[in-house]
């Protein structure tokens, strides 16, 4: 009989459920045994063998309806320490486990990696991707697990405070959960017809000073006043603060760091940082207005998953298990249009950090020139526009020629 183990790693998102679900209905129809291993790696790498619940049908009847996660998750790294990487190898072989399904980001996917390689021919692992960052190496036009039940929660998170900004003429400056990849708060922000959405992606890679992100904003809202609307909600991409020049980053003291190194972000108070900029310019412009800091991330995390995503899960979850079963392991479960795709481990480290391929926003599609256009962003165009450019200067203290200066 062969031994399935189940485990989540990495932040949580909608549909980890769904696929346990599905993994566990598909293994044990198939007449696997299913272990579910509590709380990722971090057990694993202490020798424990009792932090582990059995699996059936009846365990997991309705749980693909339920946001979180019934095995917890944790981002503990296996890869960081070798007694650490060997006491997860003989930890799962001493659980009779030699069919594992890992759930989870990027980092997850490196660890189930690293965990296959030591363990070599005892375990056969498949990784199934989870995020609601939408950032791993999946085809394009593909979606991770997750994402589009957290952009539907944070679209009508963005559309009442738009409401409310409108009745209460007042400015959100919105800060959208996403380690590196801006996919949820340009998605997100495009869902619900947001002012302005900044990410780390227009920037090509550049490092980003607070006071570029600030003067975008101002912009926005100067342009706005000058066009009868002085509201509305600005989304900045918490990826934003893994770009930020050096220079900015060294005034805030003892940056938090995760197990895999990164900059805890939620940690990062990103928003009053920019807000702050924004506020001494828009005295400048003589504009006065409310302007308020809202953080959106950890409320995406847990929500029932959408009927697309328990649909993918289930897919997902019984895909990992028959590519197993059929004997393809060390691979990344994908689903394309209506077929299940295998991607072996190697074709999605990125070869210059052996670390699993991050996905950014492709900037150079139609949609996100189209995301840019439609925003209100200002322009050249417009200060030159002979309209519009003599409703900015009014709407400010400055005249035209010094707000072009100002806005270059």
């Given at each position: 009989?062969?031994?399935?183990?189940?485990?989540?790693g990495?932040?949580?998102?909608?549909?980890?459920?769904?696929v346990?679900?599905?993994?566990?209905?598909?293994?044990?129809?198939?007449?696997?045994?299913?272990i579910?291993?509590?709380?990722?790696?971090e057990?694993?790498m202490?020798?424990?063998?009792d932090?582990?619940?059995?699996?059936?049908?009846?365990v997991?009847?309705?749980?693909?309806?339920?946001?979180?996660s019934?095995?917890?998750?944790?981002?503990a790294?296996?890869?960081?320490?070798?007694a650490?990487?060997?006491?997860?190898?003989g930890?799962?072989?001493?659980l009779?486990?030699?069919?594992?399904?890992?759930?989870?980001?990027?980092?997850?996917?490196?660890?189930?990696?690293?965990?296959?390689?030591?363990?070599?021919?005892?375990?056969h692992?498949?990784h199934?991707?989870k995020?609601?960052d939408?950032?791993?190496?999946?085809?394009?036009?593909?979606?991770?697990?997750?994402?589009?039940?957290?952009?539907?929660?944070?679209t009508?998170?963005?559309?009442a405070?738009?409401?409310?900004?409108?009745?209460?003429?007042?400015?959100?400056?919105?800060?959208?959960?996403?380690?590196?990849?801006?996919?949820?708060?340009?998605?997100?922000?495009n869902s619900?017809?947001?002012?302005?959405?900044?990410?780390a992606?227009?920037f090509?890679g550049?490092?980003?000073?607070?006071?570029?992100?600030?003067?975008?904003?101002?912009?926005?809202?100067?342009?706005?006043?000058?066009?009868?609307r002085?509201?509305g909600v600005?989304?900045l991409?918490?990826?934003?603060g893994?770009?930020?020049?050096?220079?900015?980053?060294?005034e805030?003291?003892?940056?938090?760091?995760d197990?895999?190194?990164h900059?805890?972000?939620?940690?990062?108070?990103?928003?009053?940082?920019?807000r702050d900029?924004?506020?001494?310019g828009?005295d400048?412009?003589?504009?006065?207005?409310t302007?308020?800091?809202?953080?959106?991330?950890?409320?995406?995390?847990?929500?029932?998953?959408?009927?697309?995503?328990?649909?993918?899960?289930?897919?997902?979850?019984?895909?990992?298990?028959?590519?197993?079963?059929a004997?393809?392991?060390?691979?990344?479960?994908?689903?394309?249009?209506?077929?299940?795709?295998?991607?072996?481990?190697?074709?999605?480290?990125?070869?210059?950090?052996?670390?699993?391929?991050?996905?950014?926003?492709?900037?150079?599609?139609?949609?996100?020139?189209?995301?840019?256009?439609?925003?209100?962003?200002l322009?050249?165009?417009?200060?030159?526009?002979?309209?519009?450019g003599?409703?900015?200067?009014?709407?400010?203290?400055?005249?035209?020629?010094?707000?072009?200066?100002?806005?270059?």
């Amino acid at each position: 009989m062969a031994t399935f183990g189940l485990l989540v790693g990495g932040g949580p998102a909608p549909g980890i459920n769904g696929v346990i679900r599905a993994a566990t209905l598909a293994a044990e129809r198939r007449n696997c045994r299913v272990i579910g291993i509590l709380q990722g790696f971090e057990r694993l790498m202490k020798g424990e063998t009792d932090q582990v619940v059995e699996l059936d049908s009846d365990v997991v009847a309705r749980i693909h309806e339920q946001g979180g996660s019934i095995l917890r998750t944790s981002r503990a790294n296996p890869t960081r320490d070798a007694a650490d990487l060997e006491r997860v190898v003989g930890t799962l072989g001493g659980l009779g486990i030699d069919h594992l399904v890992s759930i989870g980001g990027d980092d997850t996917c490196f660890s189930a990696k690293t965990v296959a390689a030591a363990a070599g021919d005892r375990l056969h692992v498949a990784h199934v991707p989870k995020t609601i960052d939408n950032d791993l190496p999946l085809p394009p036009g593909i979606p991770t697990f997750g994402f589009e039940s957290a952009r539907a929660t944070a679209t009508g998170i963005l559309t009442a405070l738009q409401e409310d900004a409108r009745t209460a003429w007042r400015w959100y400056i919105v800060v959208l959960m996403g380690r590196n990849a801006g996919h949820l708060a340009l998605g997100s922000a495009n869902s619900a017809g947001s002012a302005l959405a900044v990410v780390a992606e227009e920037f090509r890679g550049r490092s980003i000073r607070l006071d570029q992100i600030a003067r975008i904003i101002e912009g926005t809202i100067l342009k706005s006043a000058a066009q009868g609307r002085p509201h509305g909600v600005v989304v900045l991409a918490e990826g934003l603060g893994e770009c930020l020049d050096p220079t900015d980053l060294a005034e805030i003291a003892d940056l938090p760091r995760d197990e895999h190194g990164h900059l805890r972000l939620a940690e990062l108070p990103l928003g009053q940082l920019v807000r702050d900029r924004v506020r001494a310019g828009l005295d400048e412009l003589g504009i006065r207005t409310t302007t308020i800091v809202k953080d959106v991330g950890y409320e995406l995390r847990c929500v029932p998953p959408n009927a697309f995503d328990q649909d993918y899960t289930r897919d997902l979850g019984a895909g990992a298990v028959e590519t197993l079963l059929a004997g393809t392991a060390n691979v990344m479960i994908t689903r394309q249009g209506q077929r299940i795709v295998p991607i072996p481990f190697d074709e999605i480290l990125d070869p210059e950090t052996g670390k699993t391929k991050v996905r950014m926003l492709d900037v150079e599609t139609d949609a996100f020139r189209a995301a840019m256009a439609l925003q209100t962003r200002l322009s050249p165009a417009d200060l030159d526009d002979p309209v519009l450019g003599p409703k900015l200067a009014a709407a400010s203290r400055l005249d035209l020629a010094d707000l072009k200066k100002r806005f270059a």
